[in-house]
């Protein structure tokens, strides 16, 4: 079966660093994507990474490595707007997207 | 302001009613999707066009159809509410199927 596996939850302090990890199975491999969701809006679209690295976009980066089936978004000097759901989301074979269960960062003054 | 629409914004079903979410993206898409998102899981594909005129059903297609008449609108109907199709559903959107999906802003449905 296909299965994406991100944290549940994490807590950080504003000003600081965070990492949310993503490891994912799936039925091939077209990209992977993260997205923000702060409660009860939509997801909006914050990276994708198809080739192994580091993808750098302001204070958030997202890595990706193919051969462990793993990634990361990190997260730096963290604001209290950062507190959000953070869902990682991998393209199979068949261009659909399968979404992991998100994780919830919770950010502290 | 460009993007995706979905009307109602909630909606309280009884059991056994018929429900039509709309959906409608002003981008010239051409991939369009609805997905259903339940508490500890994530977002779960329901169906997808690829493109104006065909459908496909997703990871959780069941008691749910579409349409695609013209290449903005996606409406999903639900022929017959069950209390387990209570759950906020997002329609999205993207100009290939390969490309980012961006997302409309939800609607919240209970069956009871």
């Known amino acids: 079966g296909q299965n994406i596996d991100q944290p549940t939850e994490m807590t950080a302090t504003e000003g600081a660093i965070v990492q949310i990890n993503c490891t994912y199975q799936?039925?091939?491999?077209?990209?992977l994507f993260w997205y923000q969701q702060h409660a009860g809006e939509a997801p909006t679209f914050l990276s994708y990474n198809v080739l192994d690295g580091l993808e750098e976009k302001g204070r958030f980066s997202s890595f990706l490595s193919r051969s462990k089936g793993y990634s990361y978004l990190l997260l730096k000097e963290l604001q209290m707007k950062d507190s959000a759901s953070y869902l990682c989301?991998?393209?199979?074979?068949?261009?659909?997207?399968?979404w992991g269960a998100g994780t919830k960062l919770i950010i502290k003054p | 302001i460009a993007g995706i629409t979905q009307a109602p914004t909630s909606q309280i079903l009884a059991a056994g009613r018929r429900m039509t979410l709309r959906c409608t993206q002003d981008?010239?898409?051409?991939?369009m999707y609805w997905y259903r998102q339940d508490l500890g899981l994530g977002l779960r594909l329901i169906h997808y066009?690829?493109?104006?005129?065909?459908?496909g059903k997703g990871e959780v297609p069941d008691g749910y159809s579409v349409s695609r008449a013209n290449t903005d609108d996606f409406p999903l109907t639900l022929a017959s509410a069950v209390p387990s199709q209570t759950s906020v559903y997002f329609c999205?959107?993207?100009?290939?199927?390969?490309?980012?999906?961006?997302f409309g802003p939800g609607t919240r449905l209970t069956v009871l």
């Open positions: 799936t039925s091939g491999f077209n990209g």
């Open positions: 066009s690829n493109t104006a005129g065909t459908t």
């Open positions: 989301a991998v393209m199979d074979s068949n261009y659909q997207l399968i």
């Open positions: 999205a959107s993207s100009e290939a199927p390969t490309d980012t999906q961006y």
């Open positions: 981008m010239r898409h051409n991939a």
